[in-house]
């Protein structure tokens, strides 16, 4: 385990507050807040994602990291998200980058997905979320696969390792943790 900081509180204020400013829109359990690029990167190298292996990212935003996973790491990877305009978005940018073959968004409830299936899992998500989502993945997720979580710990669960980004890759003024979790 590196170096631990805590930067959870101010991260939870801030996307609290911004999940309230966002449109109220039925079943979102998170507000828009993209996790910076050298996260993602760093968040699927922690999950070791590998060509071939199944990514999902449940609520998947812009889809940063779908298209990464697809693009930078060879993965089939797929997108779940609520909101029908960051969906759209993220379709076509994928249909952009003509990377269709491995990655695609899901228009859907997160909590509805079958999570019998992927390698790795990446979350970005309020620990009320987590939570809610944790039986989900205890009684669905397959051996040996990975949930990588940017910012928040899954209650109850023990991490493998947590990451903590260091000042010089500070980004945003805010220190990020990755929480890092094999089943
Ligand atoms: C903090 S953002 C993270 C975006 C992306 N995963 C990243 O790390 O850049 C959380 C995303 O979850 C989506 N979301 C919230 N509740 C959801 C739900 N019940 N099902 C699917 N997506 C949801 C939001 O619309 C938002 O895009």
Request: hydrophobic share 45%.
């Amino acid at each position: 385990m590196r170096r631990i900081l805590r930067s959870a509180p101010v991260v939870l204020a801030l996307l609290a507050a911004a999940l309230a400013a966002q449109d109220e829109q039925p079943g979102k359990v998170a507000p828009y807040y993209p996790s910076p690029l050298p996260i993602v990167k760093q968040m699927l190298e922690l999950g070791e994602l590998k060509a071939g292996q199944l990514h999902y990212d449940l609520g998947s935003g812009d889809g940063r990291l779908v298209i990464a996973a697809a693009r930078d790491f060879g993965a089939r990877s797929v997108g779940f998200e609520i909101d029908q305009k960051l969906v759209d978005a993220s379709r076509q940018q994928i249909a952009d980058l003509n990377i269709g073959r491995l990655a695609s968004i899901e228009s859907r409830d997160l909590f509805e997905a079958d999570y019998s299936k992927p390698d790795l899992i990446t979350v970005y998500l309020l620990p009320n979320a987590l939570e809610r989502l944790r039986p989900l993945l205890e009684t669905q997720m397959k051996p040996g696969s990975l949930v990588i979580s940017h910012d928040f710990m899954v209650p109850g669960w023990k991490t493998d390792e947590v990451v903590t980004i260091d000042e010089e890759l500070e980004i945003d003024g805010l220190l990020h943790s990755i929480y890092v979790y094999r089943r």
